[in-house]
């Protein structure tokens, strides 16, 4: 059973930037895409970028397009996002999920788009 553990969450300035992983310690995420999600209090779980299992394909939202970085090191069983220039609006849970399918599903962002496994996600807090 693939178990997503997602890291680097906590509290950035306005502007600022964090940087979250997902992994697991035991199955190889090499053979999965991989989507990030975040979950604000009240609101739905949103699509936030998806990676290709060879990290040749992204895609992103557009509220985070040019400020958000999806990368994989497959040697490193580690999918990465890379948040720059973060607003208080960023501000939620983030989560990571693996699709069996080696693309990005063309409903990537939809949670219920056929994503297998999920993290248990990170906070993360945007405020000065």
């Known amino acids: 059973q693939v178990q997503l553990v997602e890291s680097g969450g906590g509290l950035a300035q306005p502007g600022g930037s964090l940087r979250l992983s997902c992994t697991d310690s035991?199955?190889?995420?090499?053979?999965?895409?991989i989507g990030w999600f975040r979950q604000a209090p009240g609101k739905e779980r949103e699509g936030v970028s998806c990676?290709?299992?060879?990290?040749?394909?992204?895609a992103y939202a557009d509220s985070v397009k040019g400020r958000f970085t999806v990368s994989r090191d497959n040697a490193k069983n580690t999918i990465y996002l890379q948040m720059n220039s973060l607003d208080p609006e960023d501000a939620a849970v983030y989560y990571c999920?693996?699709?069996?399918?080696?693309?990005?599903?063309?409903?990537?962002?939809?949670?219920?788009?056929?994503?297998?496994?999920w993290g248990v996600g990170t906070q993360v807090t945007v405020s000065s």
């Open positions: 999920a693996a699709d069996r399918l080696l693309g990005c599903r063309s409903n990537w962002y939809l949670p219920s788009s056929g994503y297998d496994f």
């Open positions: 035991k199955f190889t995420l090499g053979y999965y895409a």
């Open positions: 990676i290709s299992s060879s990290g040749s394909r992204t």
